[in-house]
């Protein structure tokens, strides 16, 4: 059986019989506080490495908060009006990034973070998944002595063509994704993937159109090692320049036979009777897409449960 814990996105809702209890919240780096949610439960989703323009990077160098962490702050990719945090740089950096963490949800019982969602370093100044799990070592150390309910997951990203000034992330492709895996299993670490499947699909094939054959070479693969996937992101798009923001209908081009294999993929991955975190991250249409996506899920199986 296939079990899908619900975590709300942004405020889009589920369909009325599924009432998530885990609220997605931004933790980035611009922030200086978190205020809890009406739900009893939080996810963490930590800095994602993308290009913060002008008046958030204004934010991010003027952050009381953050200049009490210099290896975060000093460690910055600058392109004119933006810029980009070096996620991952050096011990320091995972050390900093810890203590950030701990002082953004003051305030918060921290037993109720579920989820700490982290991303992947550039190739530019992490050179390999072994050099980051060396320096991650240091943040999940510090993290679980003051999060001990949650899990903390690394969600792959992809390298969008044109998109590459910092260099590519290490954790795009299924095999990353595979080779981080074993990794972790030679060592005492605690950390889990999150397996974001569009971006996996467009790291792997750009937006082309996807066949039942794209979708199982991508998928498939991943079965092998699924006690190491705590999480996934499911969303659709229209258009290359407009994502997360529809169904899997419109994702799959209206075609029935793509999209049910999909489904089914996506359950044979999963069917291991292991509960797992969903978020559905769809933001514009929100709500209509949301529960189109859960529906579609549930029709294939996929049974939503409560965390523990």
Request: aromatic residues 12%; contains cysteine.
């Amino acid at each position: 059986m296939v079990k899908f814990i619900p975590v709300r996105y942004a405020r889009t809702e589920y369909p009325h019989d599924i009432k998530p209890k885990i609220q997605e919240t931004a933790a980035n780096f611009f922030r200086k506080t978190l205020e809890k949610t009406e739900l009893p439960y939080l996810s963490l989703h930590t800095d994602p490495a993308r290009r913060w323009k002008k008046a958030t990077k204004d934010k991010i160098l003027s952050s009381e908060l953050l200049h009490e962490f210099p290896a975060i702050l000093n460690n910055m990719f600058h392109f004119e009006d933006s810029c980009v945090s070096k996620l991952w740089y050096n011990k320091e950096w995972s050390k900093d990034f810890s203590g950030f963490l701990i002082r953004l949800t003051e305030g918060i019982e921290h037993q109720w973070v579920k989820i700490i969602e982290v991303h992947p370093p550039f190739d530019t100044y992490c050179n390999s998944l072994e050099t980051f799990l060396e320096r991650y070592a240091i943040f999940e150390e510090e993290a679980l002595k003051e999060f001990p309910s949650a899990i903390i997951n690394i969600e792959n990203r992809c390298n969008t063509a044109g998109k590459r000034k910092c260099g590519k992330f290490l954790l795009s492709t299924n095999n990353d994704i595979i080779k981080l895996s074993k990794l972790i299993s030679k060592s005492d670490l605690k950390l889990k993937l999150v397996v974001d499947i569009p971006q996996l699909f467009t790291e792997h094939y750009g937006m082309k159109l996807l066949s039942k054959g794209m979708i199982k070479e991508v998928l498939a693969p991943i079965r092998d090692i699924r006690d190491y996937v705590s999480s996934t992101h499911i969303w659709g798009n229209k258009k290359q320049s407009d994502v997360h923001n529809a169904d899997l209908n419109a994702y799959f081009n209206n075609d029935q036979r793509v999209k049910d294999c999909f489904l089914q993929e996506v359950c044979q991955l999963f069917d291991d009777d292991k509960a797992r975190y969903f978020i559905p991250e769809v933001g514009g249409v929100g709500s209509i897409a949301v529960q189109s996506i859960v529906n579609d899920l549930r029709n294939a199986g996929i049974v939503f449960v409560e965390p523990k």
